[in-house]
């Protein structure tokens, strides 16, 4: 699958589950909007495993029995889910405090530049000056974007 393919399906993905969380969040408690949440995505995602390694009538899982006899998996599991539940938390924060217009601006440059130093220095992800001058450039315009709307919005 094509890069720009893929990259266009999450982010249009991403739009509605933005969007539809600014909408039902404004008179939902937390603790019920991520159970139902994420029960939804574990149903998904395990009808979408059960599709996948399905083989002559049953489920192929020796591919996966050294990553569940891996004692240390579980421990990156635990620290994932912390993680994940201060991010939930914020960005439902965000979403109901915050214009979508000034909140996922801000929040994507700062994704943009965290993951580009996470994958330059931790992951050895190879750079050239036009990777950094595009990464630049993709923080100044998504600034841009939001600095012209701030202005209109004064006028």
Same mark, same amino acid.
């Given at each position: 699958? &094509?890069?720009?393919?893929? +990259?266009?399906?999450?982010?249009?993905?991403?739009?509605?589950? +933005?969007?539809?969380?600014?909408?039902?969040?404004?008179? +939902? !408690?937390?603790? *019920?909007?991520?159970?139902?949440? &994420?029960?939804?995505?574990?149903?998904? %995602? *395990?009808?979408?495993?059960?599709?996948? &390694?399905?083989?002559?009538?049953?489920?192929?899982?020796?591919? /996966?029995?050294?990553?569940?006899?891996?004692?240390?998996? $579980?421990?990156?599991? *635990?620290?994932?889910?912390?993680?994940?539940?201060?991010?939930?938390?914020?960005?439902? $924060?965000?979403?109901?405090? %915050? !214009?979508?217009?000034?909140?996922?601006?801000?929040?994507?440059?700062?994704?943009?530049?965290?993951?580009?130093?996470?994958?330059?220095?931790?992951?050895?992800?190879? +750079?050239?000056?036009?990777?950094?001058?595009?990464?630049?450039?993709?923080?100044?315009?998504? /600034?841009?974007? &939001? $600095?012209?709307? #701030?202005? #209109?919005? *004064?006028?």
């Amino acid at each position: 699958m &094509n890069i720009i393919l893929l +990259t266009s399906i999450i982010a249009i993905v991403h739009i509605f589950i +933005t969007v539809s969380e600014k909408h039902f969040l404004k008179n +939902t !408690d937390l603790t *019920v909007f991520m159970l139902l949440r &994420n029960s939804i995505l574990h149903m998904v %995602f *395990v009808l979408g495993f059960i599709i996948y &390694n399905w083989k002559n009538g049953k489920i192929d899982i020796s591919k /996966y029995v050294d990553l569940i006899n891996n004692k240390n998996m $579980y421990l990156h599991i *635990v620290i994932y889910c912390i993680i994940l539940g201060i991010n939930l938390y914020l960005h439902k $924060y965000g979403v109901q405090k %915050f !214009d979508l217009s000034l909140f996922i601006p801000l929040a994507t440059i700062i994704y943009v530049i965290g993951l580009s130093i996470f994958g330059i220095y931790y992951l050895k992800e190879p +750079t050239n000056k036009y990777k950094t001058i595009g990464i630049i450039l993709a923080c100044i315009s998504i /600034y841009l974007i &939001n $600095y012209t709307d #701030s202005i #209109s919005n *004064v006028e």
